[in-house]
């Protein structure tokens, strides 16, 4: 249950402290040595494509400092230890050019990607550091103005804050993560995988929904379980696994595995096209062009299906 979920795992000591302090913030914009995560629109930079898989374009020297100099937002990502001295990390905003690989000079040396198409692909640490880039920036994106007046808001604590412009309100906006359940129901031989409409063929994976306010997780749980196929799922029964942050947007996901006595599912909902119940075995033993498809290897919804399975 320890096995960092993809998305997870960056390392990186986020250094609060040095957030705050204008003067190490400086430092680490002046320093060739910092490394920048430059994001575009909610794309990652990585190289250019090549055989051997996504590799991240990591910015650093004369040049790159002159680069963050074209960044609409910067953002102190946190340090990574190293023997002799710590390395910045600073995500960097272009989405304000059109062009930005032109506006880079990285034109066919590097390209912005979803991070949904590249992540499982990469290294566990960098994967999780491009997450953390995109997940902030896309904050910095939506909060440009004032939830409470409307003045804008502008940035400060190293990019980890916003604060309104207007002297009579001066509220203060810090980022936000949305909670949101992910559960594999099961009665110990079988489980539930429902289907969304437009998902890709075969495709199933287990229930999710968002936390709503004034809900436990647990209760969350169950009433998602509930709504999306109609059954009852008791709240004794209900385990965290685990979690993973999942910034497509802005989410993080919750992960349990959630017993319940096995009755005949419904789809009240449009939510769902479908939801049934599959054998362990059913599972254990997919073909590769078989209907029934499992969620893609960086999802934590496989992780709740894995860790399952291999309990049986
Ligand atoms: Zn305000």
């Given at each position: ?30 320093d ?15 190289a ?26 910067q ?10 001295a710590?390395t ?66 502008e ?37 539930v ?15 999710a ?24 799922v ?13 910034p ?18 419904t789809?009240?909902?449009e ?34 299906i ?7």
């Amino acid at each position: 249950m320890t096995r960092p979920n993809v998305y997870s795992g960056a390392g990186l000591d986020r250094a609060d402290h040095l957030r705050g302090d204008e003067g190490a913030m400086g430092r680490i914009l002046r320093d060739p040595a910092t490394r920048f995560v430059a994001v575009w629109r909610s794309q990652n930079l990585v190289a250019a494509s090549s055989a051997e898989g996504p590799t991240v374009s990591w910015l650093s020297g004369e040049n790159a400092l002159a680069m963050a100099q074209r960044a609409s937002e910067q953002v102190f990502l946190g340090l990574e230890a190293a023997q002799s001295a710590a390395t910045a990390y600073v995500a960097l905003d272009f989405s304000e050019h059109e062009m930005p690989l032109e506006a880079l000079a990285l034109d066919g040396l590097s390209e912005f990607r979803d991070l949904r198409e590249v992540g499982a692909l990469l290294p566990q640490r960098d994967g999780s550091i491009l997450a953390y880039a995109r997940g902030l920036m896309h904050w910095h994106r939506h909060h440009r103005f004032c939830g409470r007046c409307g003045a804008p808001t502008e940035s400060r604590k190293g990019g980890h804050l916003r604060v309104c412009t207007r002297p009579s309100c001066g509220h203060q906006h810090f980022p936000r993560t949305d909670p949101a359940v992910i559960m594999l129901v099961h009665d110990g031989e079988a489980c539930v995988l429902g289907r969304r409409p437009g998902w890709p063929p075969g495709l199933h994976s287990t229930l999710a929904g968002f936390v709503e306010p004034g809900e436990s997780l647990e209760e969350a749980v169950a009433r998602e379980v509930l709504e999306e196929a109609g059954l009852q799922v008791p709240l004794a029964g209900i385990r965290y696994n685990s979690s993973q942050p999942w910034p497509f947007p802005a989410s993080l996901m919750l992960g349990f595995h959630a017993r319940a006595e096995r009755a005949p599912l419904t789809v009240y909902d449009e939510e769902l096209e479908s939801a049934n119940w599959y054998s362990r075995d059913t599972l254990l033993n997919l073909g590769e062009d078989d209907e029934l498809r499992l969620p893609r290897g960086d999802s934590i919804a496989r992780r709740l299906i894995e860790d399952w399975l291999a309990e049986g």
